[in-house]
């Protein structure tokens, strides 16, 4: 389920490409301090884009683009509750963004927006599945920092309605032991295929609750254990949503590190059933074919590029540059490939990709 492709961030990806690109992102709070104030950070934010403007680019397109960067401060909402704001403007595009995330001020002037920057914060949602079992039926719910709301099956969600599907020669064993096992066993791998079906949709971390018991069982023949996060052991079967979403609340403080374990899950699950493409090169390809599922990547990760002999080909990039095939950075440009087809993008930090050199590409499977 990709959630960064918002319509302003896919107006961004589809924004044509043409010098300069001015980004300019900084802390706006209006509710929390006056308009004047804000107002002159922004003037002097345009003062530092002009005088690079004017360095670099000829006089008639830097005037251009001053002259279309003061009509969007002009026209800025302070009537906004938001904490940062954004502006994208080139000769050709300009674009606001009000932001619910915090941000240290950054002024860019280059070839292309610094939509990276924009992508990584909007990440940051606290998204998760949870699954309440126990003996007698199946709850899951899809979860954030503020609400969990059930996600309702088509399928059976109780043991009893297993047991009322029984055939007659094994509802007629004499071992009701053996009965309830072949029940209970019946139930758990529907609940799993249904449970499949749903992490195929959200692609989150799960967490699961129930008794040593039933977690016992459903471990031993569960096929998405790889999604799992954590088990926690407990009786939770009558407890209210509510409920639940207080016990959670302590699980998911340090949702970065909870987050990373569970892209770390998924890439070995990827390596597992040979679906996942590593290092920029081949991650390149598989994008370029439409391959993407999740791209994951270091966040300050960089790579200086040369086409190769097709589209899908690409060479780590030598002195001097030509321009004709140069390629300032694949890693944006996969970016951008990878949620323009429908894919999604997760950011970790320096040195968690060691692995795979720094940037690997989840397919679909």
């Not at 345009?46 to 000829?58: F, I």
């Not at 699954?131 to 059976?156: D, Y």
């Not at 920029?280 to 994951?296: N, Q, S």
């Not at 966040?299 to 540059?321: M, Q």
Request: proline share 3%; aromatic share 10%.
């Amino acid at each position: 389920m990709n959630q960064v492709l918002t319509p302003d961030v896919r107006d961004l990806i589809h924004a044509v490409h043409y010098c300069p690109a001015v980004s300019i992102i900084m802390p706006f709070e209006p509710k929390m301090g006056l308009a004047a104030e804000l107002l002159q950070s922004l003037k002097s934010a345009a003062n530092k884009v002009e005088q690079e403007l004017q360095n670099n680019y000829p006089k008639e397109i830097a005037g251009l683009v001053m002259q279309k960067l003061r009509v969007v401060i002009k026209e800025i909402n302070f009537n906004t509750h938001k904490n940062s704001i954004a502006i994208f403007i080139s000769p050709v595009f300009e674009k606001v963004l009000y932001l619910d995330i915090k941000v240290d001020e950054r002024i860019i002037v280059d070839e292309s927006f610094e939509i990276r920057d924009i992508i990584y914060n909007k990440k940051q949602q606290q998204n998760y599945l949870l699954l309440a079992l126990s003996a007698k039926e199946s709850r899951v719910f899809l979860g954030n920092s503020n609400c969990l709301t059930r996600i309702v099956s088509n399928t059976p969600n109780t043991y009893q309605a297993f047991v009322n599907d029984m055939p007659e020669r094994v509802a007629n064993f004499s071992d009701t032991q053996e009965v309830k096992q072949v029940v209970l066993n019946k139930f758990l791998r529907n609940l799993d295929n249904s449970l499949d079906i749903i992490l195929k949709t959200y692609h989150l971390p799960l967490f699961i609750l129930g008794t040593k018991k039933i977690l016992g069982h459903f471990k031993q023949l569960t096929k998405n254990g790889k999604s799992v996060i954590e088990y926690m052991y407990g009786n939770y079967a009558d407890a209210s949503q509510e409920q639940l979403k207080e016990l959670l609340a302590p699980h998911i403080v340090d949702w970065k590190n909870l987050r990373q374990r569970d892209i770390a899950n998924q890439l070995e699950d990827a390596t597992a059933k040979n679906k996942l493409a590593v290092g920029i090169r081949d991650v390149w390809h598989e994008a370029m074919i439409y391959k993407g599922r999740l791209l994951v990547v270091e966040k300050d990760y960089t790579f200086v590029a040369e086409h190769g002999s097709s589209e899908e080909i690409i060479y780590k990039a030598l002195d001097p540059y030509s321009r004709f095939s140069y390629i300032k950075d694949a890693v944006d440009d996969v970016i951008e490939k990878v949620l323009e087809n429908g894919g999604d993008v997760e950011f970790v930090d320096a040195g968690i990709m060691k692995d795979y050199h720094h940037i690997a590409l989840i397919q679909y499977y």
